[in-house]
């Protein structure tokens, strides 16, 4: 494109140069690629550069391989014993934080919100730690008989050390006659916690897909819901929805999941993909291996539950499609009851995103619902496919930042003064101190569900609550107001 | 529907989440129509294990593994090493190795302190796993230089950087060289593997490293010691994660006469206001006074665990009286405090401390009656769980269990003092190197009428129905305790409120209605 740019978009690549202009000549090269403004239909020019490497000392937001494997992937799965193998910190730090929620008594037959580790001490890391891991293993199932597996997560120290948890794991699994299941996760793999979202699908792939499946009788409207990780429990309402348009769903993969429900998804009809970005990787195996459709969909907010629905429905017969339009009739008074009574506080805020791999796309229609407007947008560890969904759905002059880091939210905020942010916990104290309403969209704040009919009411009642709160009229003092006037 | 419409002007809609809304009868169908995918176990096998998990015979063979650790109340190193930079004034820390473990230290002291925490990495990756890192750390110098304008960076690792053996202070020469930093630029730096101590290993190390970086600083010279009458002495609080701790050893030596020297005063950096302007850098120990800190009459350690490293290093380089003394909790222990501090300053102890000391006295004496004899289970970092223990005997409440997974050697001859003192310590078994998973097993043989630890405990609470008093860390669900002290006599009037009403409220919460009694 040779056109003069559009003033929003020409304002932005001032602003965006005029935050590059503080980086180190090699840092500003490197960062320029990564921080576009807007083109919706999604230009060359302005294309964004992602899953690339972070600059060092940068303060990037993102977290590690070993982060996409067990806080992601694996950790959910409640009926396995999850290690954390290495030393203590890794699983100390990931312990019940992400908040997958799972039924099930914890240390009996639920083994997610549990640290469990094989503490790696100066011996291991000099003379190797498989014989700690085969013991850890042995212990493990002395103590807790009711699991029904266990994965092995590397930390740093497994393949510095040349540790061979591939064997380990074959003989425990043996001897023990539960599947141990190595994942090679270590946090320098890779550039942030998407390789290791790759590793553990790969590492279901190799170790659980296809091998269960007789535990139930199947029908032609068996579905299995893939990439929600029931935070806040997100997975139930969406599931919810899925039993209302007359669906089975036969597996979660991996909130509130199992590893039996893993093992019998070749029995779905059709895989239901919410997170692309952390498990696109099982769902292109199971179409190759057993021929399973697959399909992308999106349950935040009611434009989008509702055309998901309907492209769900398409896959099925005729009932289901009636029953598909006869549950969005009664979401749809739900939806006008919750819009009613939050759009009017909402209506026209601005909101700045920056969270994974899918929630800066996907909250979007949420926003929009509830009469907001995303002004900026960002992952932590997208694709070039995640960007590819996203320059549509973004105005002209939208600033897109791929992997922000610190410098960059705060000066973005500085410029853009949204009326919400939209992050992590890492960055929500920074935007408190500068009066900005915040929302984290990683652990939906400890609240949630926000998936689904359900999930939406809570939504627009939290950025509600952020927003509208009396706290934001007490940052000033009023004798520095005083001051400023005298 | 799943709501009750309440409209006001300010809630214009219930909405219920995940608190309330699966408990909806259709959620409930929905849970149970899944188990026929999980393949689940019976609920009454479920229960006969769960029933198992609490008895004698499982807690034989939970103490009878020798590799497997289960919650264990511990981090790495690295964090403390991060905490022990934020005590700083204008510092960045910076931890060498992959970029992971700094989002999680960041995320985990966020979550405890509900406050921003600036760190960074050198982001190391597979590369630099072949070939080394020494550019990932050039490079940060540079970045951090640019955008972050710290006056100092703190630099520790990684288990990743440890394993592959990286050599800090020929990297950071390298940085001076390669001017990503000038040469007179003050950086500090340690070792910190995770994979040898814990958390408070790295704090020690750490902090012993600014420290040494700040007394070989051109500012490290006796003639910028401010001329005064009043004795400078060094308070060295340790892996303390109370805020209010710090601004309490500053009040009271204030009051007593002594120019107090806090050594790693994160008090402001890690509370900062809320007024519209954020600050990357609120506060920490001046560089310039750590400089001179060691023209200190004398330096009062005040975690002895923790804090090997760093009290070696001050008795031996600074030749300098190094006060070894326990967390000063409760009326004993602040009372040695008091006493250590008027000798090694030479002061009185003020009467407004005295009175101080009354009122806490004055407390104990209307709550000891609801105190007296109940069994407490203590768990967390050594230094703390000893002066807790200290604490509650003063108390007249018995400790049971006491466990501390990160324990040296000395905890146990240490706690044995401490027990031995009071008859109200008979009964406590100490449990160094042990983790939460043996203290269920503990608590469920050996039932107790309170728990005092971190949060992490409250899954233990819960299950067995004990009330938690959170004190330590990590403490994400509940908010501000740490903002107010529990050490000195104000302290402990914190902690005695805590503890009495806990046991009031669980006392209210339980009572026969004829018992519901409307004065305690």
């Known amino acids: ?486 | 529907m799943t709501t009750t419409p309440e409209h006001t002007s300010a809630v214009p809609l219930r909405v219920l989440d995940h608190n309330d809304i699966f408990r909806d009868e259709v959620y409930q169908k929905q849970f149970e129509g899944k188990r026929e995918f999980e393949n689940a176990a019976p609920k009454e096998e479920v229960q006969r294990v769960l029933d198992w998990t609490r008895g004698w015979e499982y807690r034989e063979k939970n103490f009878a593994r020798e590799a497997l650790t289960v919650n264990p109340a511990k981090a790495c190193q690295p964090l403390g090493a991060v905490l022990a930079a934020l005590g700083f004034e204008g510092t960045m820390p910076l931890v060498h190795g992959s970029q992971g473990c700094v989002a999680y230290f960041r995320s985990h002291f966020a979550r405890h302190f509900k406050e921003p925490v600036p760190a960074a990495s050198t982001s190391m990756t597979e590369d630099a796993a072949v070939f080394g890192g020494i550019n990932n750390l050039v490079e940060a110098m540079e970045n951090i230089t640019a955008l972050y304008k710290p006056k100092h960076i703190a630099v520790s690792t990684t288990c990743m950087a440890e394993v592959i053996g990286e050599d800090l202070f020929a990297y950071i020469g390298a940085a001076r060289e390669q001017e990503a930093i000038t040469q007179d630029f003050p950086v500090s730096y340690a070792h910190t593997p995770s994979f040898v101590g814990s958390h408070i290993t790295g704090y020690d190390v750490m902090l012993k490293g600014i420290l040494e970086m700040l007394a070989k600083s051109p500012d490290a010279d006796a003639s910028k010691v401010a001329k005064s009458d009043k004795v400078r002495l060094n308070v060295i609080p340790g892996f303390d994660t109370y805020i209010g701790n710090h601004r309490e050893y500053k009040r009271i030596l204030e009051l007593m006469g002594v120019d107090p020297l806090i050594l790693g005063d994160h008090s402001s950096s890690l509370d900062s206001p809320a007024d519209g302007e954020y600050d990357l850098y609120p506060g920490g120990t001046p560089l310039a006074e750590g400089a001179l800190a060691k023209f200190s009459r004398a330096s009062l350690v005040l975690q002895e665990s923790t804090l090997r490293r760093t009290a070696e290093y001050i008795e031996k380089d600074w030749k300098q009286e190094t006060v070894l003394l326990e967390t000063p909790l409760g009326v004993k222990g602040t009372d040695a405090f008091l006493t250590a501090v008027a000798k090694v300053a030479e002061v009185e102890v003020p009467a407004e401390l005295t009175a101080e000391r009354g009122r806490l006295v004055d407390a104990i004496t209307d709550s000891h009656a609801y105190v007296h004899g109940k069994r407490v289970a203590i768990a967390g970092d050594p230094d703390l769980v000893i002066a807790l223990t200290r604490f509650v005997l003063e108390l007249g409440m018995i400790p049971v269990h006491i466990v501390s997974t990160n324990a040296d050697t000395t905890f146990k001859a240490r706690m044995e003092k401490v027990l031995s003192a009071s008859k109200f310590g008979e009964e406590a078994t100490v449990w160094p190197e042990k983790d939460l998973w043996h203290l269920r097993s503990l608590v469920f043989t050996e039932p107790v009428d309170l728990l005092i630890g971190s949060m992490q405990l409250k899954y233990i609470s819960r299950e067995a129905n004990v009330p938690l008093v959170r004190v330590g860390f990590p403490i994400f669900d509940r908010h501000h305790l740490h903002r107010f002290p529990i050490i000195g006599y104000t302290g402990g009037l914190h902690l005695l409120t805590q503890l009495v009403n806990t046991i009031l409220d669980e006392m209210d919460r339980n009572a026969p209605d004829h018992s519901f009694d409307a004065v305690r």
Not at chain 1, 104 to 119: E, K, P, R, S, W
Not at chain 1, 188 to 214: C, E, P, Y
Not at chain 1, 434 to 442: A, D, L, S
């Open chain 1, 1 to 486: 494109m040779t056109t003069t740019p559009a003033p929003e978009r020409a304002e932005t690549e001032a602003m965006i140069a005029e935050v590059l202009s503080q980086y180190p000549k090699k840092a500003a090269k490197f960062r320029a690629k990564h921080l576009k403004a807007n083109d919706p239909e999604g230009s060359k020019e302005c294309e964004v550069k992602s899953n690339i490497k972070s600059r060092p000392g940068v303060m990037t937001i993102r977290g590690c391989a070993y982060a996409g494997s067990k806080g992601v992937v694996w950790g959910p799965v409640k009926d396995m014993v999850t290690i954390s193998h290495g030393p203590v910190g890794c699983g100390q730090y990931s312990w019940a934080t992400r908040r997958n929620y799972a039924h099930g008594h914890l240390g009996v037959d639920n083994f997610t919100a549990m640290q469990i580790t094989t503490d790696f001490q100066e011996k291991d890391i000099v003379f190797g730690g498989d014989p700690k891991l085969e013991q850890v293993c042995d212990e493990i199932v002395e103590l807790f008989p009711l699991a029904k597996g266990i994965s092995v997560q590397s930390e740093c120290p497994i393949g510095l050390i040349g540790d061979d948890i591939e064997a380990v794991a074959k003989k425990s699994s043996k001897k023990l006659d539960i599947p141990v299941i190595p994942v090679r996760c270590e946090g320098f793999r890779g550039v942030s916690q998407s390789l290791g979202h790759h590793i553990a699908n790969d590492a279901v792939r190799d170790h659980v897909l296809g091998t269960g499946g007789d535990s139930f009788e199947q029908t032609d409207y068996d579905v299995a819901l893939i990439g929600d990780y029931n935070i806040g429990g997100d997975a139930w309402a969406s599931r919810r929805i899925l039993e209302e348009m007359g669906l089975r769903v036969i597996a979660q993969w991996s909130g509130d999941g199992t590893i039996n429900e893993m093992a019998s998804t070749h029995l779905s009809k059709l895989n239901l993909i919410h997170c692309y970005r952390s498990m696109n990787y099982i769902c292109t195996t199971m179409e190759e291996r057993f021929g399973t459709p697959w399909t992308e969909f999106n349950f935040f907010g009611p434009t989008k539950i509702i055309s998901s629905m309907r492209k769900i429905a398409e896959f099925f017969d005729d009932e289901i499609k009636a029953k598909t339009e006869a549950a969005i009739a009664r979401y749809q008074v739900r939806f006008d009851e919750i819009t009613k009574a939050f759009r009017p506080r909402l209506e026209g805020k601005r909101v700045m995103l920056a969270v994974g791999g899918l929630r800066p796309r996907h909250t979007i229609g949420a926003y929009e619902d509830l009469g907001m407007e995303v002004v900026g947008t960002g992952y932590e560890f997208a694709h070039k496919d995640d960007y590819t969904r996203t320059y549509s759905m973004l105005k002209e002059g939208t600033v897109l930042y791929d992997d922000p880091t610190a410098f960059e939210l705060e000066e973005f905020a500085k410029f853009l003064k949204p009326d919400l942010m939209g992050a992590g916990v890492k960055e929500k104290y920074v935007f408190h101190k500068m009066g900005i309403p915040f929302r984290q969209m990683h652990s939906w704040d400890y609240s949630g569900p926000y998936h689904g009919v359900d999930g939406f009411a809570v939504f627009a009642r939290d950025m509600d609550i952020a927003i509208n709160s009396p706290a934001w009229d007490l940052l000033e003092a009023p004798w520095s107001k005083a001051g400023e006037v005298a």
